[in-house]
Nanobody, 124 residues
Framework: QVQLVESGGGLVQAGGSLRLSCAAS????????MGWFRQAPGKERVFVSV???????SYADSVKDRFIISRDDAKNTVDLQMNNLEDEDTAVYYC??????????????????WGQGTQVTVSS
């Protein structure tokens, strides 16, 4: 059974940085595309970023040039470096696995496995 566990969330001032990490179980990690989504209170879960099995990346316009996604297949981890954080970045952040591996998948329904989420709170 695949498990995804996020870490690294917390409280940060506007303009600061946080690094989220997601650790995955299983031997197929290197073949998956890994995504990050976020959900603010009262809002839908939305796409943040994705990295495919061969390293292609994509970002939501709202985080482009501020967030960087990366993966370490030897450690089965995917990270999200978040810089210049804004109030609007406050949300629960989820990592997810798309077992197709090759595609840029911006929709939550395209992901088979999800972590439990980690809270990011940005204060102004």
């Amino acid at each position: 059974q695949v498990q995804l566990v996020e870490s690294g969330g917390g409280l940060v001032q506007a303009g600061g940085s946080l690094r989220l990490s997601c650790a995955a179980s299983g031997s197929m990690f290197s073949r998956w595309a890994m995504g990050w989504f976020r959900q603010a209170p009262g809002k839908e879960r939305v796409f943040v970023s994705v990295i495919t099995s061969d390293g292609m990346t994509s970002y939501a316009d709202s985080v482009k040039d501020r967030f960087i996604i990366s993966r370490d297949d030897a450690k089965n981890t995917v990270d999200l470096q978040m810089n210049n954080l804004e109030d609007e970045d406050t949300a629960v952040y989820y990592c997810a696995a798309d077992t197709s591996g090759w595609r840029i998948a911006p929709f939550a329904r395209e992901y088979e496995y999800w972590g439990q989420g980690t809270q990011v709170t940005v204060s102004s």
